[in-house]
């Protein structure tokens, strides 16, 4: 659940799901975008660690992690 957490806040303060990154990606919607790229992303990313192979084990570890550190912008006071 520490590399999801990792992960997720990696993606959310990245920038790389600003809404226009992700209209050049092809995935265009207007609500919850950002989040739904954020999960995406870093349940890719779990996906890749050899601890999380199993079918569904790293959605599993992202999904648990997500609410806590998808909030947590910490150094900065909001998502840059």
């Not at 990245?14 to 919607?29: A, L, M, N, Y």
């Not at 995406?40 to 550190?69: H, I």
Request: charged share 25%.
């Amino acid at each position: 659940v520490h590399h999801a957490c990792s992960e997720i806040r990696a993606a959310s303060l990245s920038g790389d799901c600003k809404w226009w990154q992700e209209v050049q990606r092809g995935h265009f919607k207007f609500k919850g975008q950002g989040s739904e790229c954020v999960r995406r992303r870093a349940t890719l990313s779990v996906s890749m660690n050899p601890a999380c192979q199993a079918p569904g084990q790293a959605a599993e570890a992202v999904d648990k992690a997500f609410k806590r550190c998808y909030a947590d912008t910490a150094p900065f006071d909001r998502v840059p």
